[in-house]
């Protein structure tokens, strides 16, 4: 079972554009049981100005599910227009993951960035611009928002009944 993602966290950028993964998060990234190695894939997303900060295992199911469900010529396109930009990333010692300059400025990163759950995901905003797009989906969706925003009730049935 893959592990899914939650919740919105703040992260601080040091100087060489490394943030530390926070430590509820990091566990996913992990290669093997008994590795301290631990490695995400960055993805520019294809519908926002954020990254996708994925496993590897989820970045291979991907590549694989794309590969058996498009043609040879999405197939290339797919390979060209997505995959030509990704950037394997090593975790290090501090728990740090190095965002490169070119990934930083598509996203608008200064000192910050914003990791939001996403299922299977994360995806990482610059924070500026994570409040930008808040702000733009509420305005854009204010007549479905509170349709969206319902949660689901999880009451038990009752016996009897």
Known sequence: MREMFAGEYACKLDDKGR?????????????????????????????????????????????????????????????????????????????????????????????NVVLVGMYDHLEVWGSQAWSSHLAALEEEHETTLSDVLRMPSFKPALSGA
């Open 19 to 111: 943030f530390s993964v926070p430590t509820s998060l990091r566990e996913p990234f992990s290669l093997s049981e008994r590795s301290d190695a631990k490695r995400a894939m960055l993805v520019k997303s294809q519908q926002e100005r954020c990254l996708w900060l994925l496993p590897v295992p989820h970045w291979r199911a991907l590549l694989e599910f794309q590969q058996e469900r498009l043609s040879e010529r999405e197939s290339r396109l797919f390979m060209h227009h997505v995959v030509y930009d990704v950037v394997e990333v090593e975790m290090d010692r501090a728990n740090r993951l190095l965002v490169p300059r070119r990934l930083r400025e598509h996203i608008g990163a200064n000192d």
